[in-house]
C-alpha cells in the first residue's frame, strides 16, 4: 500500500514538473496566450453526458484520469441550455451544482474546461438556433463563472436555421449579453454545416469592436473532409486560433456513424494538430459515437480509437491551468434586509462574499461614516439616495463595488396589505421533479423570495389573492419572478373574482423581461391577480412573490405631535393611539403590526367617535402601522408612527 501510494504521488510530482502552469487565457493574432505571454495550445477531450442527464456519470476520478493519465489540459463539456437555467434537479444534486463541480475539477486537476451550449431544452437534440434561450443560459452561465479563470465558453454547438451572416449576428449579441458580467471572457464561435466550415469567416470574422477574444471552432469529422488542414478551416486559421471541437473515427460498430472514417483519418489528423492546433476529441464515453472508451469505469478501457488520441496526448507535456495564477480580487457587498426603507433605516452591508486571498476592507457607508470590517452596519436618517462603496485589497490589487441605499419618508412607501392572504391560481406545475408545495400559489404572499410559484406550462395562466373585502385601495405591485416569467400580462381588480369575475385593468405590461417589476396602480376592489398571456420559455410561468401595497393615510413621525387629525383618521398622542371613528356603534378592527407585518396588537370596537388604544408598554424603537378596518363595508384607515 505505502509503495503504490509513492508511485502515484511520483507520477503526478513529475507530471507537475514537466509542464508550465498559467491562468486566465487571451487571444493574440493567431495564438492563445498565458498570462505571461506564452503559447498555450489547448488538448484533450469531450465529456458527454450533462446534455443529456441532469446528473453526469462521471466525477473527480474520471477527470483526475484525463489530467494525470491522459495529460489532457482540457475537457469540453456539452451542456443543455434549459436545465441550467432552471437549475434542474434540485431534489438531488441541482444541474449547475454539477456543473460547476466538474469546471473545479478540473481547476484542480491542472485543466481548463469549455462549457458548450450543445442543447436548448427537453428534446435533447440540435435544433435551429433560439436566442431568448441562448442568451438567458449564457447570461446565467457568465454570472456563475465570471471570476472563474479557468473557463471558456463555446457560444452554440452546430449552429442550424442560419447562414454565417446570420451566426455572426447572433454570435456577436451572446459575446456582448456574456461580456456585460465578465468582460474577460474567451469564447469559441463554430461553423456552419454541423460546425464545420469556416470558409465565409476568414472575410467576416467577428467583429473587433465587439471581442478579439474568440477562437473559432471546425467539427472535423472524415465524412466532412479528409484534408489537413481542411478547406473548411484553412483560411481562418491564417487570421485566428482554430480549435477542432470536434472530430473522431467510428470504430467498435457505434451508430449511427458505424464504418465512419478510418485509422488514417486519424493518424493523419494528429499528425497534422502536433502542438500547434487545438482540439478535443469526441467522446471520452462508451456511448455518443464516435466514442474511445469501452469501459467509462477505472480502468477506463480504451478502444482503437482512444488509443491513438491517448498516445498522442499522453507523450506532450502541454502547458496547464493552475487555480489563482491570475486570481485577482472581486469586491461584492449584499445588504439586509434590503436596499430601501423607512427612515430611520439600518442596513447591514456584507462583503464576505468578495473572493480573493487575505482580503482587506475599507467601506465609504455614504452617510459620512467608514468602516474596515467585513460587516458593517450604518443607519439612515435623511430622506435621500447614498452611494455606499467597497473597495478589497489583496496584495497590491484592488476592487471596487458600490450599492445604493434609498431611506425614504415612511408616507411615501406602500404598506404591504397583501402578506398570507388567500390565494388560488389557473394551475401548478405538475411534474416528478416537484413536489406540490414547491410550487404552490400561497408561496407568492409568503414573505419568503426563495419560494415560488410555477403554473402549468401552457398560457394563458393567471394568480390571484384575496385581500379580503371590496372597498380595499390598491396603489402598488411588485412581482419578483423566477427564470421562466410572463413576457405579457396585466395586473386587474375585481370585486367577485375567479375565472368567471369582472375585472377592471391596472396595468398592461406588453414587453416584460423577467427579474423585479414594480408598478404603480391605483384601483379599488377585493381581489387582486396577474393574468400572463405570453411566457419567455417552453415551460409555465413562475413568481417568487407577488405583493400588493397601499399607501397609507395619514402619518406621524414622532411620538408627541399629530400631523393628521382630519375625521375617520388615526394619530398617536404618548402612549396611546387614537382614533376618529363614526358614531353609528359600527365594527371596527384595529392592529398594530411592524413595518414587516407582524401583527403585535388586535381588538376590535364599535365605532363611538374618538377612540383610544393603549400601545405595549415595551415598544422597541421601529416603525410601525395601525390599520383600522370596518367589518360593514370593509373600509381601511392606515397610519405609520415612529418609536424614538
Not at 434590503?338 to 475599507?362: A, M, Q, R
Not at 393615510?553 to 375617520?568: A, G, K, W
Request: proline content about 4%.
Amino acid at each position: 500500500m505505502q509503495k503504490r501510494m509513492v508511485v502515484k504521488l511520483t507520477l503526478i510530482v513529475a507530471l507537475l514538473i514537466s509542464s508550465a502552469f498559467s491562468g486566465k487565457l487571451k487571444v493574440s493574432g493567431t495564438k492563445i496566450l498565458n498570462d505571461k505571454g506564452e503559447t498555450v495550445v489547448l488538448q484533450g477531450v469531450n465529456m458527454s453526458g450533462l446534455e443529456w442527464h441532469f446528473k453526469p456519470w462521471f466525477g473527480s476520478v474520471t477527470i483526475n484520469h484525463i489530467a494525470t493519465v491522459w495529460k489532457a489540459n482540457v475537457i469540453r463539456f456539452p451542456l443543455n441550455a434549459q436545465w441550467y437555467i432552471n437549475n434542474e434537479n434540485a431534489n438531488e444534486k441541482p444541474y449547475r451544482t454539477s456543473v460547476k463541480e466538474a469546471v473545479d475539477f478540473c481547476a484542480k486537476y491542472g485543466m481548463w474546461a469549455i462549457l458548450d451550449l450543445h442543447w436548448q431544452d427537453n428534446n435533447v437534440k440540435q435544433d435551429a438556433i433560439n436566442d431568448a434561450v441562448a442568451k438567458n443560459f449564457w447570461g446565467k452561465v457568465a454570472t456563475d463563472f465570471k471570476t472563474t479563470d479557468n473557463v471558456l465558453y463555446d457560444l452554440y454547438n452546430e449552429p442550424l436555421g442560419s447562414d454565417w451572416n446570420g451566426w455572426k449576428t447572433r454570435a456577436e449579441s451572446y459575446i456582448n449579453t456574456i461580456k456585460a458580467i465578465d468582460p474577460t471572457a474567451i469564447y469559441i464561435v463554430g461553423g456552419m454545416d454541423w460546425g464545420y466550415d469556416l470558409s465565409q469567416a476568414a472575410n467576416n470574422m467577428i467583429s473587433p469592436s465587439v471581442s478579439t477574444n474568440v477562437i473559432y471552432s471546425s467539427h472535423h469529422y472524415p465524412w466532412k473532409s479528409n484534408s489537413f488542414p481542411a478547406p473548411g478551416y484553412s483560411a481562418i486559421i491564417q487570421k485566428a486560433p482554430v480549435f477542432l471541437g470536434e472530430f473522431g473515427w467510428c470504430n467498435d460498430g457505434c451508430q449511427p456513424c458505424a464504418g465512419g472514417g478510418s485509422q488514417s483519418f486519424v493518424s493523419g489528423l494528429l499528425s497534422y494538430v502536433k502542438t500547434n492546433v487545438s482540439y478535443a476529441a469526441w467522446n471520452f464515453d462508451t456511448s455518443g459515437c464516435p466514442f474511445m472508451l469501452r469501459s467509462n469505469r477505472t480502468p477506463f478501457t480504451r478502444n482503437s480509437f482512444g488509443d491513438m488520441v491517448y498516445n498522442d496526448l499522453s507523450k506532450k507535456s502541454l502547458v496547464r491551468y493552475v487555480a489563482g495564477a491570475t486570481t485577482k480580487p472581486v469586491a461584492k457587498i449584499t445588504v439586509s434586509p434590503s436596499s430601501e426603507g423607512p427612515i430611520p433605516f439600518t442596513v447591514t452591508f456584507d462583503g464576505s462574499g468578495s473572493t480573493g486571498t487575505n482580503l482587506t476592507y475599507k467601506w465609504d457607508l455614504g452617510n459620512g461614516s467608514t468602516s474596515t470590517v467585513a460587516k458593517p452596519s450604518a443607519t439612515y436618517t435623511t430622506e435621500k439616495t447614498y452611494t455606499v462603496k467597497l473597495t478589497v485589497k489583496s496584495g497590491t490589487d484592488s476592487s471596487v463595488a458600490t450599492t445604493t441605499i434609498k431611506a425614504v419618508d415612511p408616507s411615501k412607501m406602500p404598506l404591504i396589505i397583501s402578506k398570507g392572504k388567500p390565494v388560488v391560481a389557473s394551475s401548478i406545475q405538475s411534474s416528478s421533479d416537484v413536489t406540490p408545495s414547491e410550487v404552490a400559489a400561497t408561496n407568492v404572499n409568503d414573505g419568503i423570495t426563495t419560494t415560488r410559484w410555477s403554473s402549468a406550462f401552457s398560457v394563458p395562466q393567471w394568480i390571484q389573492i384575496d385581500l379580503g373585502n371590496t372597498a380595499t385601495k390598491v396603489n402598488y405591485v411588485k412581482l419578483i419572478w423566477e427564470a421562466s416569467y410572463a413576457t405579457a400580462y396585466k395586473i386587474e381588480i375585481s370585486n367577485n373574482g375567479g375565472e368567471s369575475g369582472t375585472w377592471t385593468t391596472l396595468a398592461n405590461i406588453t414587453n416584460g423581461d423577467g427579474g423585479t417589476d414594480s408598478i404603480a396602480v391605483s384601483g379599488t376592489g377585493r381581489y387582486i391577480r396577474m393574468y400572463a398571456s405570453a411566457k419567455n420559455s417552453q415551460y409555465g410561468v413562475s413568481l417568487y412573490e407577488f405583493q400588493v401595497g397601499q399607501y397609507p393615510t395619514s402619518v406621524i413621525m414622532n411620538d408627541r405631535v399629530p400631523l393628521s387629525r382630519s375625521l375617520y383618521g388615526i394619530h398617536r398622542r404618548g402612549e396611546f393611539v387614537y382614533a376618529n371613528l363614526p358614531t353609528n356603534g359600527s365594527e371596527w378592527g384595529y392592529s398594530l403590526s411592524t413595518i414587516s407585518g407582524r401583527v403585535i396588537q388586535k381588538s376590535q370596537v364599535n365605532a363611538n367617535g374618538l377612540t383610544q388604544f393603549k400601545l405595549p408598554s415595551n415598544l422597541s424603537k421601529g416603525t410601525y402601522i395601525v390599520q383600522m378596518e370596518s367589518r360593514t363595508d370593509g373600509e381601511q384607515i392606515n397610519s405609520m408612527f415612529i418609536q424614538n
